[in-house]
């Protein structure tokens, strides 16, 4: 365990917990217990992906974003909407009349990321010629994916592509153009996306194979969609705002990046439980000939963000309206390749949340004494025992986190005994 704690955008609000177990049959990466009443997270193996926030009936996972007002802070506002944003909005006319919208919240410019999605699109298609690289290539731009495989595929991590997110990227090209067409200090510059769930804000705070974000923060779409709505009724269709292409657009939904990144041999899968399926098979070496894995926690990719106001269907519906890639051009020269600082500064690590102890002799004895208690458990996987299977229980009693007892059908069964020792102890008293 990390003497720090991480920064995790998703929380729990206890007091409305109800322990109904949702989200502990629902977490990925089994970083859910339910003791004393109450839901918990554990820190180590939380990726922020939404899902406990989709399950929970009571409201009570949420995810800390930073309010519109963050922006105050900065002489100089540049908004960074998010592709899906763009289908958050039934009877939008065209993508430049919404960004003229977002200028009208406060900033001084809009920046697609959409944008930043055409330059990474080119920066992958230029890394996927190189035949020393192990296959498939594994996206890098959904960080609950690239967590995920920190926390369960650490052998997958040398997959994954060393180009940053869209957003980082989209943030850097703005800062610069900005400062550039101002004439004014970069340091006075404030970049905020407008996300559209979680795990984006985890990742500019814990950044994944970079030391710092070139993002300042993080708005929610579900924040700002009321005020935005009531703008965009009077908003003028300046057509000159969208610069990027349909291929940038179409990364809001699941396919949208493999469809920009071209290669021969490509598979987009969406849905946290999708993908686990889908890496299984990769680490297994099932899927053979498979150039480019795209990978989205969301069903339906980012246009499914928890954060987002839309339904997942009518929003993805909407983009795929917005867009045509058949006569797409990234249009991405090859001078943006070196202008900036695309590729990942440091080496993906993986997460040792699912170790069982630093020292090996002492692993092999709990890994033992797991599987002894396992064996003796009756393999429902019920989740009353507040771990969400038997063998996570397994490991939270060697860890000291759980009490053999906790499990209701063992309570049930020493019951059972204790009241037949009482019975035979009732006949022989009587005798």
């Known amino acids: 365990m990390e003497a720090t704690k991480r920064f995790h955008s998703v929380r729990l609000e206890a007091d409305k917990c109800r322990a109904c177990t949702n989200c502990l049959k629902r977490c990925p990466t089994e970083a859910i217990r339910v003791r004393g009443g109450s839901a918990h997270i554990i820190d180590e193996r939380c ?3 939404g899902e406990c926030i989709r399950v929970c009936g009571y409201h ?11 922006i105050e802070g900065w002489k100089y506002k540049i908004a960074l909407p998010a592709p899906s944003l763009y289908g958050q909005f039934k009877n939008l006319k065209n993508i430049s009349q919404l960004l003229s919208a977002i200028k009208s919240l406060g900033f001084d410019e809009v920046f697609e990321v ?16 190189k035949p020393d690289l192990p296959r498939p290539v594994i996206s890098s731009a959904c960080p609950a994916i690239v967590r995920l495989i920190q926390v369960r595929f650490p ?3 040398d997959h994954i592509v060393d180009i940053r997110q869209p957003m980082e990227v989209a943030a850097m090209i703005a800062r610069r153009e900005f400062a550039r067409k101002h004439q004014v200090p970069e340091n006075e510059i404030g970049c905020f996306f407008l996300t559209p769930c979680p795990a984006k804000v985890t990742a500019i705070h814990h950044p994944i194979g970079h ?77 053979n000939g498979l150039e480019f894995f795209e990978g989205a926690a969301c069903l339906g990719g980012c246009v499914g963000g928890p954060l987002n106001f839309e339904n997942t269907y009518v929003a993805r519906n909407w983009i795929r309206r917005l867009v045509d890639i058949r006569d797409a051009d990234l249009n991405v020269d090859n001078g943006m390749m ?47 025992c ?22 209701i059908h063992r309570m049930k069964d020493h019951l059972k005994v204790m009241a037949q020792q009482m019975v035979e102890l009732a006949e022989t008293t009587r005798e």
Request: charged fraction near 30%; glycine fraction near 8%.
């Open 155 to 157: 052998d997958l991590i």
């Open 211 to 287: 030391e710092k974000s070139a993002v300042n923060g993080a708005i929610s779409v579900m924040e700002i969609y009321g005020p935005l709505s009531a703008l965009l009724r009077k908003a003028p269709t300046d057509e000159g705002l969208q610069t990027s292409s349909d291929f940038g657009v179409g990364w809001a939904r699941s396919g949208g990046e493999s469809d920009a990144v071209c290669p021969a041999e490509s598979m987009a899968v969406d849905g946290i439980a999708n993908c686990i399926k889908v890496l299984e098979e990769i680490e297994d070496n099932r899927l």
């Open 47 to 49: 990726i922020d992906c």
């Open 338 to 384: 070196t202008k900036y600082d695309l590729y990942d500064s440091t080496r993906i690590q993986p997460n040792s949340a699912l170790k069982l102890d630093d020292d090996l002799v002492e692993a092999l004895r709990k890994m033992e004494r797991i599987e002894e208690i396992y064996a003796s458990l009756p393999g429902y996987d019920c989740g009353s």
């Open 114 to 129: 959409a944008r930043g999605a055409d330059v990474v699109s080119r920066a992958i298609r230029e890394r996927l010629k």
């Open 386 to 407: 507040g771990s969400p299977t038997c063998r996570t229980f397994a490991e939270d009693i060697v860890q000291g986190n759980a009490r053999e007892m906790d499990c």
């Open 60 to 70: 009570a996972k949420v995810a800390v974003t930073d309010p519109l007002s963050i």
